[in-house]
């Protein structure tokens, strides 16, 4: 069947909402995005709708979409990340080919413009029920190299909360720990596979004025002056998820320690805290995603903590030459 393909445009959103719904109906993830996500994900700064996004069309109906994203640094290479959605009913050889095809060709333009002879990488994620995308991935050269699981935690039966060193007190997020924290960010992630440098806005866009954002229960560590972020929590709420569940969650975007307070137990404590004032305003659950290859150790720190395993996530490279 022949579509008709344009590039996406942020009144696509309402049409991109329906098309996810219809695809969580046939392999659920556990993510539900309505308009509003939509739109503020294709706001992104790394986001070039015109030049990097595209859609396929069978009349008015929207059966297929590509969005490049760009990243903040290409260090060591560029891991540009590929984000589609196809329609159960229009899945074929072919049209995989034709999203692999575009999204190779758009990568190599976005890549061009940001870093010109860096190392390029693409990236995509497959759930672990999203076998025909995982196998149009395989067919197009992509390799399996890295998982992730989803994790939640049920609040209300929460193990004791560990009690952080003494010294140390709980910051709700502030807008005056916005720059500190993205410093401290990038350093303690510097050093994750698959991580990449946030800048200003950037985090400005996807943390601290993003709509999800829930700086209420988001908590810092500070150094003993107030010029340095220590560790950190950032905390997440996504209304669409409990508009779809009828469960109310928390979702923990980011977990860290600079590296000289790691080994004390900081990062179970402060997220510990954070689950018992979640607990208070109401949340009954809380999930976060994690590389289970991580440095860090940060399943065992999340499992501590309460959470527990729920689905996979395979990651996908494709090294340019």
Same mark, same amino acid.
């Given at each position: 069947? =022949?579509?008709?393909?344009?590039?996406?445009?942020? @009144?696509?959103?309402?049409?991109?909402?329906?098309?996810?719904?219809?695809?969580?109906?046939? /392999?659920?993830?556990?993510?539900? *995005?309505?308009?509003?996500?939509?739109? /503020?994900?294709?706001?992104?700064?790394?986001? =070039?709708?015109?030049?990097?996004?595209?859609?396929?069309?069978?009349?008015?109906?929207?059966?297929?979409?590509?969005?490049?994203?760009?990243?903040?640094?290409?260090?060591?290479?560029?891991?540009?990340?590929?984000?589609?959605?196809?329609?159960?009913?229009? $899945? !074929?050889?072919?049209?995989?080919?034709?999203?692999?095809?575009?999204?190779?060709?758009? &990568?190599?333009?976005?890549?061009?413009?940001?870093?010109?002879?860096?190392?390029?990488?693409?990236?995509?994620?497959?759930?672990? =029920?999203?076998?025909?995308? &995982?196998?149009?991935?395989?067919?197009?050269?992509? $390799?399996?190299?890295?998982?992730?699981?989803?994790? $939640?935690?049920? %609040?209300?039966?929460?193990?004791?909360?560990?009690?952080?060193?003494?010294?140390?007190?709980?910051?709700? *997020?502030?807008?005056?720990? @916005?720059?500190? +924290?993205?410093?401290?960010?990038?350093?303690?992630?510097? @050093?994750?596979?698959?991580?990449? /440098?946030?800048?200003?806005?950037?985090?400005?866009?996807?943390?601290?004025?993003?709509?999800?954002?829930?700086?209420?229960?988001?908590?810092? %560590?500070?150094?003993? &002056?107030? @010029?340095?972020?220590?560790?950190?929590?950032?905390?997440?709420?996504?209304?669409?998820?409990?508009?779809?569940?009828?469960?109310?969650?928390?979702?923990?975007? !980011?977990?860290? +320690?600079?590296?000289?307070?790691?080994?004390?137990?900081?990062?179970?404590?402060?997220?510990? *805290?954070?689950?018992?004032?979640?607990?208070?305003?109401?949340?009954?659950?809380?999930?976060?995603?994690? =590389?289970?290859?991580?440095?860090?150790?940060?399943?065992?720190?999340?499992?501590?903590?309460? *959470?527990?395993?729920?689905?996979?996530?395979?990651?996908?490279?494709?090294?340019?030459?």
């Amino acid at each position: 069947m =022949d579509l008709l393909w344009r590039p996406l445009t942020l @009144d696509d959103a309402p049409a991109m909402a329906e098309l996810v719904a219809i695809t969580e109906k046939v /392999e659920p993830t556990g993510e539900h *995005y309505d308009a509003a996500d939509l739109r /503020e994900l294709m706001s992104s700064p790394n986001v =070039d709708l015109t030049g990097a996004s595209t859609s396929g069309w069978d009349g008015e109906r929207l059966v297929a979409s590509g969005i490049v994203i760009r990243r903040g640094s290409a260090d060591p290479a560029h891991m540009v990340r590929f984000e589609a959605l196809t329609h159960p009913d229009y $899945r !074929d050889d072919a049209l995989g080919e034709h999203l692999m095809a575009w999204f190779a060709e758009s &990568a190599k333009r976005v890549h061009e413009k940001a870093f010109p002879g860096a190392p390029l990488e693409l990236h995509a994620a497959a759930h672990e =029920d999203q076998r025909w995308f &995982a196998g149009t991935l395989e067919r197009a050269g992509f $390799r399996h190299l890295r998982s992730f699981v989803d994790m $939640r935690a049920d %609040l209300a039966s929460l193990p004791p909360a560990r009690p952080l060193p003494p010294g140390f007190e709980p910051v709700p *997020y502030a807008g005056r720990y @916005d720059e500190l +924290t993205r410093l401290a960010r990038n350093a303690v992630f510097a @050093d994750h596979w698959g991580s990449a /440098e946030q800048s200003p806005e950037m985090w400005r866009h996807q943390v601290s004025e993003s709509k999800d954002f829930r700086p209420e229960l988001s908590f810092l %560590l500070l150094s003993p &002056a107030g @010029d340095e972020v220590l560790a950190f929590v950032l905390s997440a709420y996504f209304a669409s998820d409990e508009a779809a569940t009828g469960v109310r969650e928390l979702y923990v975007s !980011d977990v860290g +320690t600079r590296e000289s307070l790691r080994g004390r137990g900081i990062a179970s404590a402060l997220l510990g *805290y954070t689950l018992e004032k979640a607990k208070e305003q109401g949340f009954e659950r809380s999930a976060l995603n994690v =590389d289970v290859d991580n440095a860090q150790g940060a399943l065992g720190v999340y499992e501590r903590c309460g *959470y527990r395993t729920v689905q996979t996530w395979a990651g996908y490279v494709l090294p340019v030459t």
